[in-house]
């Protein structure tokens, strides 16, 4: 098991929670320790978003609290009343994220009401609110957690494992229940490349310089999630239609597996110029390998003649499969052109904050 840094930031803050709270001598601390734990996000950015909201969330519990205690009591069922009226206002003013401290709240200044009420509910707000602090100063405080290392590195992963499998298919060497259940797997893993994706985007550069920059990255970024989903896409067909795959002529077998065998080797070798593993003016488009879409149409319409006398389920799936694969070129070609232009513009930005080694 792997422990990532919201482990170790969660662990932190709830320790410099309790240590804050016992230097100020606040009874109960322990609600600071549970604030602490909600508190904590993945970036500097939602930590920020998160503590606004997290203030306002635990004024609408705190001040539900001191009115119902103050109007009806703290009966059992005026705590249910009052916690039906604290999840309304939250979601009424879209603070959804924010409800199950406030209902911490208002339970931990409903609990036992004295003489010193409003001094009691008051302590009990601050206390939690320190939660909240001390959560945001842990996140930045530490680093957060490098996500274009790991969007990067993921996505290469994942076209790895695709263009691998795709040259298995495209010589008719895969067995097709592994196959269908590593696509399932690299179905989930293109959800994750879309997460990653957003936290990326939510990272803030304070500087104008490193902000353009994002922005083209990020351009690129999307770029490559798309291009491994196209790559995908061609994958679930190969495998879909394996069969009628296999009942073209041979020679227009051989004419796909090349195409494939291009647009892999192109699209792998694109991922490796982003990193500076290959000068930015390198070309990869192999006359040999890769016809441009108008000849592959050319052909195809060439084997519709072929097939159209013997079986047109047959004919309209392999136009299904030569599709995807245009589509797939014209995803890594675009890919490749925002590569280049972003290498041109940003010459000192090519080491890319990319670890040597693959994160999973």
Not at 153 to 180: D, F, G, M, Y
Not at 245 to 271: K, N, R, W
Not at 279 to 298: S, V
Request: with cysteine; aromatic share 10%; charged share 25%.
């Amino acid at each position: 098991m792997k422990l990532g840094a919201r482990i170790f930031k969660t662990g932190i803050a709830i320790i410099l929670s309790l240590f804050l709270a016992e230097i100020l001598n606040l009874p109960s601390p322990v609600f600071a320790g549970i604030a602490a734990i909600f508190a904590v996000q993945p970036t500097i950015y939602r930590s920020y978003l998160s503590i606004i909201e997290q203030i306002q969330g635990n004024l609408i519990g705190a001040l539900t609290a001191v009115a119902f205690v103050l109007t009806l009591g703290n009966n059992f069922f005026i705590v249910g009343l009052a916690a039906i009226l604290v999840i309304t206002m939250n979601l009424k003013l879209r603070l959804e994220n924010t409800i199950s401290l406030s209902l911490v709240t208002l339970i931990a200044i409903m609990e036992t009401p004295g003489d010193d009420f409003i001094q009691f509910a008051v302590i009990r707000f601050s206390t939690i609110i320190l939660g909240v602090v001390s959560a945001f100063i842990v996140n930045l405080v530490f680093l957060p957690p490098k996500y274009e290392s790991k969007l990067y590195n993921r996505n290469a992963t994942l076209t790895e494992e695709i263009t691998r499998w795709i040259r298995v298919c495209t010589r008719h060497a895969s067995e097709h229940q592994p196959l269908k259940a590593d696509i399932e797997s690299l179905k989930e893993g293109t959800f994750k490349l879309d997460q990653l994706y957003m936290l990326y985007k939510e990272e803030r550069d304070y500087f104008k310089k490193n902000s353009i920059a994002k922005v083209r990255r990020l351009v690129v970024y999307r770029q490559m999630i798309t291009t491994t989903k196209k790559a995908l896409e061609t994958l679930k067909r190969l495998h879909r239609y394996e069969n009628e795959y296999t009942q073209i002529p041979e020679s227009f077998q051989e004419v796909l597996q090349l195409q494939l065998d291009g647009l892999v080797h192109h699209h792998e070798q694109v991922m490796l110029k982003f990193i500076g593993k290959v000068r930015p003016e390198a070309t990869f488009m192999d006359g040999q390998a890769c016809l441009d879409k108008k000849e592959l149409f050319n052909l195809f319409l060439e084997q519709q003649k072929k097939l159209a006398d013997t079986d047109r389920a047959i004919l309209y799936h392999v136009m299904q499969l030569v599709s995807v694969i245009m589509e797939y070129g014209e995803q890594v070609e675009h890919l490749d052109r925002l590569i280049t232009s972003f290498l041109s513009f940003h010459k000192d930005d090519r080491e890319v904050k990319i670890d040597p080694e693959k994160e999973i």
